[in-house]
């Protein structure tokens, strides 16, 4: 889970957003086949998509997620950095 700093900016709205994703998402972290947080956040950034955010290479959205809030996507990503691997 994402610290306790990067939740609590998070509206109620955006919260319940990445808690509805949040499982999904670090499956899909754990199998990408990345060594680290790092390499992660080098490969994939944040875009505007269909009205709302998703995380992507330049090719396929991550694990098919589209955001209505971009900080939440953005909490996401803060999570697979700081903790993959754990």
């Known amino acids: 889970m994402v610290d306790t700093g990067?939740?609590?900016?998070?509206s109620d709205d955006e919260q319940?957003?990445?808690?509805q994703f949040s499982s999904r998402f670090v499956r899909?972290?754990?199998s990408?086949?990345?060594r680290d947080g790092a390499e992660f956040k080098?490969?994939?950034s944040v875009k505007e998509d269909c009205?709302?955010?998703?995380l992507?290479?330049?090719g396929e959205i991550f694990a098919?997620?589209?955001?209505?809030?971009?900080k939440t996507i953005e909490a996401l990503v803060t999570d697979a950095v700081q903790n993959f691997g754990r």
């Open 64 to 70: 098919n997620i589209r955001c209505r809030n971009r």
């Open 32 to 34: 990408s086949g990345l």
């Open 42 to 44: 080098q490969r994939f």
């Open 16 to 19: 319940n957003e990445y808690h």
């Open 56 to 58: 992507t290479d330049g």
């Open 6 to 10: 990067t939740l609590n900016r998070l």
């Open 28 to 30: 899909a972290v754990l």
């Open 51 to 54: 009205g709302g955010f998703v």
